[in-house]
C-alpha cells in the first residue's frame, strides 16, 4: 500500500477518502480513476443524478417495513441510512442498514432495486464487502457476512461471505486507486473493449 503523503492525518475532515462508488468504477475501468481523481473530468453527472434520484424515489417505498427481512437474517438491532467513514481505509460510504445479529456479528444489509436473481452481482458484492470493513474498523465488532437485498419483485435476499480473501481482495483495491492518485500514473484500459464503445471518455481515452 502506498504511503499517505506527509500532510496527511488520520482525521475525517482532512484524510482523502474515496467511497464504494469509486471503487466500482475503478474495477470497471481504472481510467475512470484517472479521468476523475487525477485529471479531474467527472462523468455526466447531470444525467447519473436524475437516473440515481428515480430509482431512489422507488427504493425508499421499497425498503419500507422490511421489519420480516431483518428477522429472518436474525437481527435485534439496527441503524438506518448510515454514514461511515474511515480515514484508516481511506474510505466513506452510507450503507441502507447496519444490522446487530443475534450470534454477535455486525452486517450491513443494502438494499437493490433490482429483480430477484439466484446470485449477487460481483459489484454488489464488493459493495457489501467495502461496508463491511468499516463496520469491522468503526464498530470494532465481528463482521462475517452482509446481505443485499432485491426487493424489485418481492425480496430476494441473498448473504456474501465477508472473508479474508475478499478483504484482502478489495483492500487492493483501495491501494491501488491511491497508487493512481498519489503518483497520476495512467493505467492500463480495461481488458473489455465493449466497456469503451458506451465510455463518456472514448473520445478522449488514448
Ligand atoms: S474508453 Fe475504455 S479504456 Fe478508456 S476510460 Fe473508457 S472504458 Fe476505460
Redesign the pocket.
Known amino acids: 500500500m502506498s504511503e499517505p503523503t506527509s500532510n496527511w492525518s488520520l482525521d475525517t475532515e482532512r484524510t482523502p477518502m474515496i467511497t464504494p462508488s469509486e471503487v466500482l468504477e475503478h474495477v470497471y ?1 481504472p ?2 480513476t484517472w ?1 476523475m481523481n487525477v485529471q479531474n473530468i467527472p462523468q455526466h453527472e447531470e444525467m447519473r443524478f436524475k437516473v440515481q434520484k428515480g430509482r431512489e424515489v422507488h427504493r425508499r417505498r421499497a425498503t419500507e417495513n422490511r421489519d420480516y427481512l431483518r428477522r429472518k437474517i436474525g437481527a435485534v438491532k439496527r441503524e438506518v441510512e448510515v454514514y461511515l467513514a474511515s480515514p484508516v481505509l481511506r474510505l466513506r460510504g452510507i450503507v441502507d442498514e447496519v444490522l446487530w445479529l443475534k450470534d454477535g456479528n455486525m452486517a450491513p444489509l443494502d438494499y437493490k432495486y433490482t429483480e430477484s436473481r439466484e446470485t449477487v452481482f460481483k459489484t454488489h458484492e464488493t459493495q457489501i464487502i467495502l461496508y463491511a470493513m468499516l463496520i469491522q474498523e468503526i464498530y470494532q465488532q465481528p463482521v462475517t457476512r452482509g446481505y443485499v437485498a432485491y426487493i424489485r419483485d418481492g425480496s430476494q435476499l441473498l448473504e456474501v461471505p465477508v472473508t479474508t480473501a475478499a478483504i484482502t481482495a478489495t483492500g487492493k483495491l483501495i491501494a491501488q486507486i491511491f497508487d493512481i492518485i498519489q503518483t497520476g500514473r495512467l493505467p492500463a ?2 481488458s473489455s473493449r465493449l ?2 464503445e458506451d ?1 463518456c ?2 473520445n478522449i ?1 488514448v
Open positions: 475501468c481510467r475512470f479521468f484500459r480495461t466497456r469503451c465510455c471518455y472514448k481515452c
